[in-house]
């Protein structure tokens, strides 16, 4: 067999194909060996299935519910959930799933990474949703969202469908992989510098100060007893007087003569 040749100019290129070895592929999240197939769903953070890590996950659901399950997390453990939801034929138009993790205050977790609100056309027969977790804490502030140890709640719903799909049955499969068991990061520990460098030093002082001289009081015995003479008062007065004249004024005006 020949090797093509391909003319540029006056050097020959001899044309070769290069084959590149192909890139690794990512391993799927598997079930654990053994572990059970979980076939319910709750409703409800009340009603939430609890599961384990690794334990699948297969239920039949209906467009429109929202699907809660539930799993413990420990301090260190990375956790990654996905889904995988299936259509039936003869849909209307494109949806837009979601699925969302809350920890054990309700509060909402951010995803890592993973494709946490996918939409899936009209002719697509399933669609894959992912959210991977940030590593369980040990210790947080109060008014931090960071991830604590506790009970964790995955809910699965759709935020976006023609109002003709609604109800339509459907195929769910989700599994919470734990991605490892660190060590978590440490709570307590030694600054290497400070949070907010003195960049303004102040003067350094080298006797005592002296303290500053009293106000002399020249108002006399009469300050607590007359009242301030400001604007306010001023005015105060003049309406006053000014009210006083327009009522004798209009008494004037609107009283009867008397008869002799």
């Not at 939409?119 to 894959?128: G, I, P, Y």
């Not at 303290?211 to 007359?226: K, T």
Request: glycine share 10%; charged share 15%; with cysteine.
């Amino acid at each position: 067999m020949r090797t093509p040749l391909i003319r540029s100019g006056a050097v020959l290129v001899a044309a070769t194909a290069l084959t590149l070895p192909a890139a690794p592929a990512l391993a799927a999240p598997t079930p654990s060996p053994g572990a059970a197939t979980v076939t319910k769903a709750g409703t409800s953070f009340l009603t939430a299935t609890g599961i384990a890590a690794g334990q699948p996950v297969r239920v039949g659901a209906s467009t429109g519910d929202h699907l809660y399950w539930s799993f413990p997390a420990r301090a260190g453990q990375l956790h990654e959930i996905t889904a995988t939801v299936s259509f039936p034929k003869g849909r209307t138009g494109a949806s837009t799933w979601t699925v969302e993790v809350f920890d054990g205050l309700r509060r909402r977790q951010a995803c890592t990474a993973g494709a946490q609100t996918p939409t899936a056309t009209a002719s697509a027969t399933s669609v894959a949703l992912g959210c991977a977790l940030r590593q369980v804490r040990s210790w947080a502030e109060p008014w931090s969202a960071d991830p604590l140890p506790g009970t964790y709640y995955v809910r699965l719903s759709v935020v976006d469908l023609p109002e003709p799909d609604l109800g339509l049955p459907i195929d769910v499969d989700l599994l919470v992989s734990e991605l490892g068991d660190g060590d978590a990061p440490a709570d307590d520990g030694e600054l290497k510098a400070p949070l907010v460098p003195n960049t303004k030093a102040g003067t350094v002082l080298t006797g005592e100060p002296s303290a500053a001289p009293a106000e002399d009081d020249d108002e006399g015995l009469l300050a607590g007893w007359l009242p301030d003479l400001s604007s306010r008062w001023i005015w105060t007065t003049i309406g006053g007087v000014l009210a006083a004249v327009a009522g004798v004024v209009g008494f004037a005006l609107t009283r009867r003569p008397r008869r002799p």
